[in-house]
């Protein structure tokens, strides 16, 4: 099995900024995918930025030029930087892992709060 444990979320103004943190353990995987995911109330779970190994990051359209996803598949970790939040991106996040099995995992989720 693989674990995921997420950290990083809060509460922060308009305007500010967040670095939310992902670290997988377990053993017997091998990671293709490492990304975040986001769900408001009432609304369904949508990619925010995936990176896949060998390839760019892809980014939702809603917060490409305002977030950047890093990952390090040595350390199986990921992380994505959140700049000039808006209330729009009020959400709980979920790191998520895909593996050359085909498996999906996914973390607690974080909740990030953007209020003034």
């Known amino acids: 099995q693989v674990q995921l444990v997420e950290s990083g979320g809060g509460l922060v103004e308009p305007g500010g900024s967040l670095r939310l943190s992902c670290a997988a353990s377990g053993s017997r995987f091998s990671i293709v995918t490492m990304g975040w995911y986001r769900q408001a109330p009432g609304k369904e779970r949508d990619v925010v930025a995936s990176?896949?190994?060998?390839?760019?990051?892809h980014y939702a359209d809603s917060v490409k030029g305002r977030f950047t996803i890093s990952s390090d598949n040595a350390k199986n970790t990921v992380s994505l930087q959140m700049n000039s939040l808006k209330a729009e991106d009020t959400a709980v996040y979920y790191c998520n892992l895909r593996d050359i099995y085909s498996r999906s995992f996914w973390g607690q989720g974080t909740q990030v709060t953007v209020s003034s």
């Open positions: 990176s896949t190994v060998g390839s760019t990051a």
